[in-house]
């Protein structure tokens, strides 16, 4: 079976800190990957997605970037946090059909102080 | 463009039933998503619906669809305080390179109180 795994759960930084999430899937290969962010109070907002290996696209110009060195790993990164990167970060994967669900791991709080 | 809308928050009594709305805007999606979180959670798909459906029914879940409203509902039987989390509604789009892509509304809170 698929498994997502995501990590860490929490993490408080220093504002103008570098920052470094992973996410890594089991069980499958060539899928779909997504960084989503959720703010307090807010939906979730599509960061990146990535469909290969060093394929990246990003939705929203920001402070973050993405990297996806392997097949199955997914990197969120930033070279130095502000305050407003503060929230609930995402990391999803789906199969390449169109129209399939994406399955999701337990998510990052990031605070930033 | 794409844009999915619910209301925030949602308090039933329990036992009583819940119906959560969404409105979407792509009229190319071919399925809708309604995801749960739990409190410090991911999401976890709860069930879906393909757009040449009305209705869908899984055990106390009834999920409705009028694709000429392009309205959306969740309906929850018997609701109990396990049910209480964000319910967010989705809906798939294609995004370049005709890969599939997930636009979420905001989440709609729900509160079950005795």
């Known amino acids: 079976s698929q498994t997502i795994h995501q990590w860490p759960a929490t993490l408080v930084q220093p504002v103008g800190s570098p920052l470094s999430l992973e996410c890594t899937v089991e069980?499958?290969?060539?899928?779909?990957l997504y960084w989503y962010r959720q703010a307090a109070g807010r939906g979730l907002q599509l960061l990146f997605y990535?469909?290969?290996?060093?394929?990246i696209s990003s939705e929203v110009p920001q402070n973050l970037s993405a990297s996806r060195p392997q097949d199955r790993q997914f990197i969120l990164s930033s070279k130095k946090l502000l305050l407003s990167d503060s929230g609930f970060y995402l990391c999803?994967?789906?199969?390449?059909?169109?129209?399939?669900?994406?399955?999701f791991g337990q998510g990052t709080r990031l605070t930033v102080v | 463009g794409e844009d999915v809308e619910q209301s925030l928050f949602l308090s039933v009594r329990e036992g009583d039933s819940s119906v959560i709305n969404c409105t979407y805007t792509?009229?190319?999606?071919?399925?809708l998503y309604w995801y749960k979180q739990e409190p410090g959670a991911g999401l976890q798909l709860l069930t879906y619906?393909?757009?040449?459906?009305d209705m869908k029914q899984d055990q106390r879940l009834t999920v409705l669809l009028n694709k000429k409203d392009k309205h959306l509902s969740l309906r929850i039987a018997d609701t109990q305080t396990g049910d209480s989390a964000i319910y967010f509604c989705?809906?798939?789009?294609?995004?370049?390179?005709?890969?599939?892509?997930?636009?979420f509304g905001a989440g709609t809170r729900l509160a079950v109180h005795p």
């Open positions: 999803a994967w789906s199969g390449v059909r169109i129209n399939t669900e994406a399955f």
């Open positions: 069980g499958t290969s060539n899928p779909n």
């Open positions: 990535s469909v290969g290996i060093g394929q």
């Open positions: 792509d009229s190319s999606s071919t399925y």
């Open positions: 619906i393909f757009s040449n459906m």
């Open positions: 989705a809906e798939s789009s294609l995004f370049s390179g005709g890969y599939n892509k997930l636009i």
